[in-house]
């Protein structure tokens, strides 16, 4: 066992040196395999395995180097303010997520300017119902903090979930139209590319989000999860519509597109409302509860 575990580490740590050579004989191989050699060639399976080599000896020797760069970064006292005061770090995230709301909703209101498009002139009201959301849960966490005043989170957490059930009213003409006609919204050039990551990564963190702060127990911090859940849900509506027109080559029938966006636009329009007649409703109950006990 002994003997294996030294030849592990000599495997993994062969030297800075050695290292360090196998990264250009890697490349190497593999430049050569893709412009001279066949696919099933036996050098193709050597520069396959040497870059997959190498490509472990970089990660071993480069893991010291970010512990140091993270010890760093972690001692400035922004950083580690952010990291260790959740309410730091929550109303830094709904500043942030203000900035993009407006910029998206922007974004989305000069497209549907310039391309007189219906879309995105709808979806950018949508983003801004989002602003307004964000707008208050900013201006209040700013004042009071979070868990200070209770009946006042309450209410702003009834507020959000009243104005979720209006701005599905924009959501659903969104669906509406994109039902009704064979336009869409449709991003210029890569556009839509950068779209689908930030798309991708709002639904992640949205789901995260929802895991990591369900411990604490304050309403305006689970408003702005809601916004975040709710934000990242359309985000994901807009993007399959815009793929569908974009990348539509012919060959689906109109009512494959029709099936897809609907169920899509459905599914969505009904989860912002059930999140913001549960908001409403629970934040009435907790209401009277507090009034009860006052």
């Known amino acids: 066992m002994e003997k294996l575990k030294r030849i592990l580490h000599r495997i993994l740590y062969p030297g800075r040196a050695a290292a360090a050579l196998s990264v250009p004989a890697g490349a190497g191989l593999l430049a050569y395999t893709f412009l001279y050699a066949v696919e099933q060639s036996p050098i193709a399976y050597v520069a396959y395995?040497?870059?997959?080599?190498?490509?472990?000896?970089?990660?071993?020797?480069?893991m010291p180097l970010i512990r140091r760069g993270k010890d760093l970064v972690y001692s400035l006292p922004l950083v580690r303010r952010y990291f260790e005061d959740i309410s730091f770090k929550l109303q830094v995230s709904l500043r942030f997520s203000l900035v993009v709301n407006l910029f998206y909703a922007g974004m989305h209101g000069v497209s549907g300017v310039l391309n007189r498009s219906v879309w995105f002139g709808t979806l950018a009201a949508y983003y801004i119902f989002l602003s307004v959301i964000r707008f208050l849960l900013v201006r209040y966490a700013c004042r009071h903090g979070f868990g200070?005043?209770?009946?006042?989170?309450?209410?702003r957490y009834r507020l959000c979930g009243?104005?979720?059930?209006?701005?599905?009213?924009?959501?659903?003409g969104v669906v509406i139209l994109v039902l009704h006609q064979k336009e869409g919204f449709h991003y210029g050039g890569?556009?839509?590319?950068?779209?689908?990551?930030y798309t991708f990564y709002i639904t992640i963190m949205a789901?995260?989000?929802?895991?990591?702060?369900?411990?604490?127990?304050?309403?305006?911090m689970s408003a702005a999860r809601a916004v975040n859940l709710a934000a990242a849900l359309v985000s994901m509506l807009s993007l399959e519509t815009a793929m569908l027109t974009q990348f539509d080559n012919?060959?689906?029938?109109?009512?494959?597109?029709?099936?897809?966006?609907g169920s899509t636009?459905?599914?969505?329009?009904?989860?912002?409302?059930?999140?913001?007649?549960?908001m409403s409703v629970h934040a009435a109950r907790q209401l009277k509860n507090c009034e009860r006990s006052a």
């Open 250 to 261: 012919g060959n689906h029938p109109f009512y494959f597109r029709q099936a897809m966006i």
């Open 190 to 197: 890569t556009m839509i590319y950068a779209v689908a990551l």
């Open 265 to 278: 636009g459905g599914t969505v329009c009904a989860a912002v409302v059930g999140m913001g007649l549960y």
């Open 49 to 62: 395995i040497l870059s997959a080599y190498s490509l472990l000896l970089v990660c071993v020797y480069s």
């Open 207 to 220: 789901v995260v989000n929802v895991v990591r702060y369900r411990k604490y127990h304050s309403p305006v």
């Open 162 to 172: 009243v104005i979720l059930m209006m701005m599905n009213t924009a959501l659903a």
């Open 148 to 155: 200070e005043n209770w009946e006042a989170e309450w209410k």
